[in-house]
């Protein structure tokens, strides 16, 4: 028994030190997030036709240019975003994510949520904004064009920047706003 405890215990132990650790002084400020958000933004228009025509038609979207997931067994995913109404920044947000499951690995993805309707971005915009663990979301890759559909008033991209991660989890997201 003592053997699986052990086998246990180290890996959650790394992982909590990993997020810890991830969480030091080393800050964004709000200058280089919407920097980040705004290169991401472009990467979009330049390379996924089908999610730039949603920046422009939706009622609003939010992206989270530097999400960061680590898992082993246990995960976590954490970023901060920027949320958009008719092109403008109107605030910001902050994603958070636990979820367990058979998982394991590290990666950084682009993440953007984009709202259906003015209603639905003024849910997300009432705070403490939660997706579903049955949330599905694109993932886009360079030159592969896929449909994105709304599913109850909201579509959820994501674009891989890097890392591995293998594996299935249940969990959802929450989502908190700050207005500018």
């Known amino acids: 028994m003592k053997t699986l405890t052990d086998n246990f215990s180290k890996p959650v132990f790394v992982l909590a030190l ?3 650790a991830s969480c030091g002084s080393m800050q964004n400020t709000e200058d280089d997030l919407r920097r980040d958000a705004t290169d991401a933004r472009n990467e979009i228009r330049q390379n996924h036709t089908n ?3 949603m920046l422009d038609n939706s009622a609003g979207y939010a992206i989270f240019p530097n999400v960061g997931k680590g898992a082993y067994v246990i995960g976590g995913a954490s970023g901060n975003g920027v949320v958009y109404q008719n092109n403008n920044i109107i605030g910001y947000a902050d994603l958070k994510q636990v979820d367990i499951g058979l998982q394991a690995g590290g990666k950084a993805f682009i ?3 984009f709202f259906e309707t003015d209603a639905d971005l003024e849910r997300f915009k009432e705070g403490d904004y939660e997706l579903s663990a049955n949330a599905s979301a694109v993932i886009l890759d360079k030159g592969a064009s896929q449909s994105i559909d709304f599913q ?4 959820v991209v994501t674009i891989p920047k890097g890392g591995a991660m293998a594996g299935v989890s249940v ?3 929450r989502f908190s706003f700050q207005p500018r």
Do not use: I, M, P
């Open 171 to 173: 969990g959802g997201q």
């Open 18 to 20: 990993l997020l810890f």
């Open 51 to 53: 999610a730039a025509d």
């Open 152 to 155: 109850d008033g909201v579509a």
């Open 111 to 113: 993440e953007v949520l």
